[in-house]
């Protein structure tokens, strides 16, 4: 598989939204992380069943782009609890229902959001 590139990161104030994209290419499921192993927050699989955290239920969004191969988070209500560096992953085999980091093979290299107060 072709390996993940991120972009969208940045700084933001209290409320605010962000998008995450991240290329993505010959995966079966993937996901977003908060920190590399840290919470995971949601995932996707190529049905485009969803999986969210509890934690970013109704503030974020998981999307697939198959026309553009992309892997979309987008991210409102930002908090600066928020704060931290994102990571999109993905793995060739088919989502497990489980937001853990063991589970997934391929990762990108890191996307910073600092959510100011």
């Known amino acids: 598989p072709a390996p993940l590139v991120e972009s969208g990161g940045g700084s933001v104030p209290f409320g605010g939204s962000l998008r995450l994209s991240c290329k993505v290419s010959g995966y079966q499921c993937m996901a977003w992380f908060k920190e590399r192993q840290g919470t995971g927050l949601a995932s996707i699989d190529n049905d485009g069943i969803t999986r969210y955290a509890d934690a970013v239920k109704g503030r974020f969004t998981i999307t697939q782009d198959k026309s553009t191969g992309t892997l979309i988070l987008e991210m409102s209500g930002l908090k600066p609890e928020d704060t931290a560096t994102y990571y999109c992953?993905?793995?060739?085999?088919?989502?497990?229902?489980?937001?853990?980091?063991?589970?997934?093979?391929?990762w990108g290299q890191g996307t910073r959001v600092t959510v100011s107060a």
């Open positions: 992953a993905a793995d060739i085999y088919p989502c497990t229902g489980y937001l853990q980091p063991v589970l997934y093979t391929y």
